[in-house]
């Protein structure tokens, strides 16, 4: 089945520990890719995003991501955590490619951050 | 700020009662989203909008209805209530041609 697969559902790190949170999907083609970030008590952000262009992508808060394309992996990297990471990651596909945007989530990673 | 509001944050419904959750945005996006979310579950689309159009994911159950009476607004109506539909209730927008989508803050649904 088509499916977005995250590898841990919890990670507890310390406090400047690198950080790598696995994402992995199934799906054929063209596709987008999305990290999402979910804060205690708060709403789903955008951490970052892939369409095309350079498989290493940047994003807010000193997050990035590689996509691999022959691994159909979109890994999150951070290499130095803060407390104030601590949150849930959830990474989503959008299958089609573009134009409607149906994001199907993986199941996220709950991240804990130790001062 | 241009945002996407539901409402409420915590709602508490017998088994069997019918119960309306609300969403709102001020963004103007012609997608609106319902997302289901157990717990430690991915998110699950049940269905969304596209303007007037409604489109609904092949395994939402009939129980799940929705309403969108105008761009600002759309509900996810639940008819009858099982202990299973205890969930966060997610509401997202985006432009067909965006990039992402904007969330509410989620109504955590508890059937009692």
């Known amino acids: 089945a088509q499916s977005v697969s995250q590898h841990n559902h919890h990670v507890i790190l310390s406090e400047a520990a690198s950080l790598e949170l696995g994402c992995n999907y199934s799906?054929?083609?063209?596709?987008?890719l999305f990290w999402y970030v979910q804060y205690p008590g708060q709403h789903l952000q955008l951490l970052l995003k892939?369409?095309?262009?350079?498989?290493l992508v940047k994003g807010i808060k000193g997050f990035e991501a590689e996509f691999i394309k022959s691994k159909f992996s979109f890994n999150l990297r951070k290499p130095s955590v803060q407390w104030s990471d601590t949150a849930e990651y959830f990474c989503?596909?959008?299958?089609?490619?573009?134009?409607?945007?149906?994001?199907?989530f993986g199941a996220g990673t709950r991240l804990a951050v130790h001062p | 700020d241009a945002m996407v509001i539901q409402n409420p944050r915590y709602q508490v419904t017998q088994f069997g009662k019918p119960v309306t959750l609300s969403c709102s945005q001020t963004?103007?996006?012609?997608?609106m989203y319902w997302y289901q979310q157990k717990s430690s579950q991915a998110p699950k689309l049940l269905f969304h909008?596209?303007?007037?159009?409604?489109?609904n994911e092949a395994d939402t159950p009939d129980n799940f209805q929705s309403r969108r009476p105008n761009t600002s607004f759309c509900f996810l109506d639940i008819r009858s209530p099982g202990l299973g539909d205890a969930a966060m209730y997610l509401c997202?927008?985006?432009?067909?041609?965006?990039?992402?989508?904007?969330f509410g803050s989620g109504t955590r649904l508890t059937v009692v």
């Open positions: 892939y369409f095309s262009g350079d498989p």
């Open positions: 963004l103007n996006h012609n997608v």
């Open positions: 799906y054929g083609g063209t596709v987008n």
């Open positions: 989503a596909v959008n299958p089609s490619g573009g134009g409607y945007n149906k994001l199907i």
């Open positions: 997202a927008t985006s432009r067909p041609d965006s990039d992402g989508y904007t």
């Open positions: 909008y596209y303007d007037k159009d409604f489109n």
